[in-house]
């Protein structure tokens, strides 16, 4: 099975700043080798949490990084509005399969169009 942040021979894992073909390894990225990786993040292990509704599949979400204080909306068909019990909201991107934090969620509703998370999910070049 192959690393799930390795798209179209690039590495999109959340830890690097953009996705990149400079850190990826086929003989790594394609098997279970992955795991290894420094730059592999396991999303699936991640502590669950009952106090996101709807959603349990992105982990704890951090509120002092990824709470936001009113609705955002991006046209990306990626993008995720979700409610937390404090009454703050979460954004986060099916691609990344992550929560964003603020500065991220500005990009995406701004520049949603240029992000290179959404060409390679929609394999546009
Ligand atoms: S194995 Fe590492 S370099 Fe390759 S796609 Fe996964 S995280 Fe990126
Ligand atoms: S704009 Fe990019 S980062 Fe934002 S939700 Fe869409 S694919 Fe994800």
Same mark, same amino acid.
């Given at each position: 099975m192959p690393c799930i942040w390795?798209?179209?021979?690039?590495?999109? @894992?959340? *830890? !690097?700043d953009k996705p990149t073909a400079d850190v990826t390894l086929p003989s790594r990225?394609? @098997?279970?080798? =992955? &795991? &290894?990786?420094r730059f592999f993040k396991d999303v699936s292990t991640s502590p669950t949490t009952s106090d996101v509704r709807g959603s349990r599949e992105y982990g704890r979400p951090i509120l002092m990084i990824h709470g936001l204080n009113k609705?955002?909306? @991006?046209d990306c068909k990626?993008?995720?509005?979700l409610n937390h019990e @404090?009454?703050? =909201?979460?954004?986060?991107?099916? *691609? !990344?399969k992550r929560y964003l934090?603020? =500065?991220? *969620?500005?990009?995406? *509703?701004d520049y949603w169009n240029d992000c290179p998370f959404r060409k !390679?999910?929609?394999k546009i070049p």
């Open positions: 390795y798209k179209g021979g690039l590495c999109t @894992s959340p *830890v !690097l990225c394609l @098997s279970q080798g =992955y &795991t &290894t990786c609705p955002m909306k @991006s990626y993008f995720r509005l @404090s009454g703050s =909201y979460l954004a986060a991107c099916e *691609v !990344l934090n603020m =500065y991220e *969620v500005s990009l995406c *509703v !390679l999910q929609d």
